[in-house]
């Protein structure tokens, strides 16, 4: 079976800017309880069947703004266990309340954190403190262990630690072992708990690195796009390591596929709604995500847990367009799904 999932971000109101959100979360302004909770009623609406709380914010400042907090530290960057909040979480608790009155069970959610490898290089850059990094990893299970523990009508599914720089930052100085002590240290609590623990990374170059790292299960890989990146990866080493996949089937780099389309009409599409939109309507369609699924699946079969867009969609132009690509995704697995059982 292979689930859908989403990577959490998401683009906001249209008449709802960045700096609004920013300051809304800042002053406790009730009205980002609402934005979260419309977006991630959309995330259901599409279908998806483990979405990710609606992330507005920036990745690294969601954590490191509370980490970095002295009024929410124990000693220098090891946040107190009640300080580790994910504030979104308990902004869609209403949402699993709804959920569940109408289906008789608990929402299953998506939590993702921004893993101690990437906060560690946003905060002190190329130079190798070990202890630091394990300062992160440990504030970050924290996280996790609060969102679990507080959680009433949610039913944390899986815990994503988003490591976009491992296998692109040239700046990474710690040795192998280190980065799987810290990821281990990250991710020990969900695997305690029996959740699903995927890192998302942005190159699979050294997923035989995250294959070491006992409590990561899931590798994600962003394959709808860079559909070569695949290439790197042995289903052996996810055999022998008790690994799977999270696969990207659709693709959320808009910006090339805005360039592309500017190419084929001699326009600026930004322009021209009704032309952008052909990213949905024609690139990004469900036969088109079928396709691409079931050519991993060739490669891959019952190794691929996960599927869903490559990355989030944080970026894109409207949450309409948004909801479209996340509604074909989920049309897309469903139709590979059913060919293959019908074969």
Known sequence: MILFDDIGSYPLPEDISRDQISFAIKSNDPRITKILRDAMRQKIEAGVDIPTYP???????????IINDEANTEEPLLVRKEKARIMELEAIEEIGAEYYKKNGRKLNIRVCVTGPVELYLKQFGGT?????LNAFATSIDRFIRNSIDSARHLQIATVSID???IG????????DSDLIEALEKAAKTAASHNIDTE????????????CRVPSISIIGVE????????????????????????VGVSRTDIFNMAAALNEKYGTNVWKEPTKLEEIVTVMETPKTIAIRLDKIYDTF??????????CGLGSWPT???AFKLLMNTGTGIKEFLKNRNQG
Do not use: V
């Not at 992330?55 to 703004?65: H, Y």
């Open 168 to 175: 692109i930052n040239p700046q990474l100085m710690f040795s």
């Open 301 to 310: 079969g019952e190794r691929i847990k996960y599927a869903g867009p490559d």
């Open 128 to 132: 190798a403190y070990k202890d630091i």
């Open 55 to 65: 992330q507005f914010q920036d990745m690294n400042q969601q954590f490191l703004g």
């Open 163 to 165: 490591e976009p720089s």
């Open 319 to 321: 949450q309409e367009m």
């Open 199 to 210: 890192i998302h990374l942005h190159s699979p170059l050294h997923y035989k690195l995250i």
């Open 223 to 246: 394959s709808a796009a860079n559909p070569s990146y695949l290439d790197l990866i042995d289903k052996k080493d996810l055999e022998d390591y008790d690994k799977f996949l999270r």
